[in-house]
């Protein structure tokens, strides 16, 4: 078993499901002190994170992960315990085996043998690592981001271990991501019984030609390096259960993923303007969880495809798609991100699953991002 697979399995084993962390970062940690790296743990709340360096001087590369993961799902349609890591026909079964404790592993084991072999290196190398990236993402990535900026301190080139492959190992690295802005809103009726709808305003009735607009609405075209932003409605609820009763409240919540050609507030005119054309009575509270960012080529975009090519043959898909990442606390501190991992096919399903060759590739991958950066 090779030092990444078993260290995988290590942290797998142990049932950090957010926020919680069971020791996973002590396992980093403890390794990471051993390379000479200083360590500082930082618990907010019920969050554990730690921000760890080593090096002298030089650019700031830092590797970026979590070590939570979201919960299990029916126990029945697993084909074996979610926390006991289990080897079937070349694929790692368990919760966090691509999402994301393989790429952890794969980070501690690469910087072990860099750092074996270039025990003076150039620059200097970080880790960011939070239990808080499943959840509220509150107390975590970006708590940690808001003190390094606060003392000054800078991270030049990050690698988020996030699983972006789609197909193969190394299929796709992603080089930035659509911000996500979120609205919880409250339509006002007026209950009543269904019978005498005169006497009665139905919330639903209200929203539905205003719904029906925001989701077929085209809001943008996109950029070259971004999909068009898109508007999603995620919950829905209104009525009291009885079949008589027409409700005097209807809750939903919705997301839009925007690409830059869109702004916060021009968002919120837009939305907030077609509900009004409707004649919906409403209250609308917004929810910002990350603004867009995006690594232009450069010298760690360009580290990272080599490091892929050398172990895949091929370079990768620079993608900025899918959901957001811990990479939108660290761009604003003016770091290049990028996020390169294992595939992303199983992850919060049951019977998540990685390959176990890929977990070793990933390792190879990253040992050549460190060197190309500092070798």
């Not at 930082?42 to 994170?49: A, E, K």
């Not at 790429?103 to 150039?122: D, P, Q, S, Y």
């Not at 890929?358 to 991958?365: E, F, G, P, V, Y």
Request: charged fraction near 20%.
């Amino acid at each position: 078993m090779s030092p990444t697979l078993e260290l995988t399995r290590d942290l797998m084993a142990r049932r950090s499901v957010t926020p919680a962390d069971e020791g996973c970062q002590e396992v980093m940690i403890r390794r990471l002190r051993a390379l000479g790296f200083e360590v500082e743990p930082l618990r907010f709340g019920t969050v554990s994170n730690f921000w760890a360096h080593r090096g002298e001087s030089g650019p700031v590369f830092c590797f970026a992960g979590h070590t939570d993961v979201v919960p299990t799902g029916p126990l029945e349609e697993w084909r074996s315990d979610p926390f006991v890591p289990t080897i079937r026909d070349g694929l790692l079964y368990g919760r966090g085996a691509a999402d994301m404790k393989s790429g952890l592993a794969a980070m501690i084991t690469a910087t072990e043998a860099f750092v074996a072999a270039h025990a003076r290196h150039r620059g200097r190398i970080a880790f960011l690592i939070t239990s808080d990236e499943e959840g509220p993402s509150v107390e975590g990535t970006k708590r940690v981001a808001a003190l390094l900026a606060q003392r000054g301190e800078r991270i030049d080139w990050c690698l988020v271990g996030e699983p972006s492959s789609e197909v193969s190992i190394g299929d796709t690295i992603k080089i930035g991501r659509r911000g996500s802005f979120s609205g919880r809103l409250t339509v006002h009726g007026v209950q009543g019984h269904v019978a005498y709808p005169q006497l009665a305003e139905n919330p639903v009735h209200t929203l539905a030609p205003a719904l029906a607009e925001l989701t077929s609405r085209v809001w943008d075209q996109g950029s070259e390096h971004f999909d068009p932003t898109s508007f999603q409605v995620s919950n829905l609820n209104a009525g009291t259960g009885a079949p008589n009763v027409i409700p005097g409240e209807l809750k939903a919540r919705f997301n839009l993923r925007y690409s830059p050609v869109q702004t916060l507030e021009g968002l919120k005119e837009t939305v907030e303007g077609i509900l009004r054309k409707h004649g919906v009575r409403y209250t609308l509270e917004w929810y910002l969880s990350g603004e867009p960012f995006y690594t232009p080529p450069g010298a760690l975009s360009e580290a990272v495809c080599q490091a892929v090519r050398a172990v895949t043959g091929a370079p990768p898909r620079l993608s900025t798609g899918g959901g957001t990442s811990d990479g939108r606390f660290i761009a604003p501190l003016g770091a290049q991100v990028v996020e390169l991992g294992v595939v992303n096919a199983s992850i919060h399903k049951v019977n998540e699953h990685v390959r176990v060759s890929d977990i070793d590739a990933l390792h190879r991958m990253y040992l050549n991002v460190l060197g190309n950066l500092f070798g």
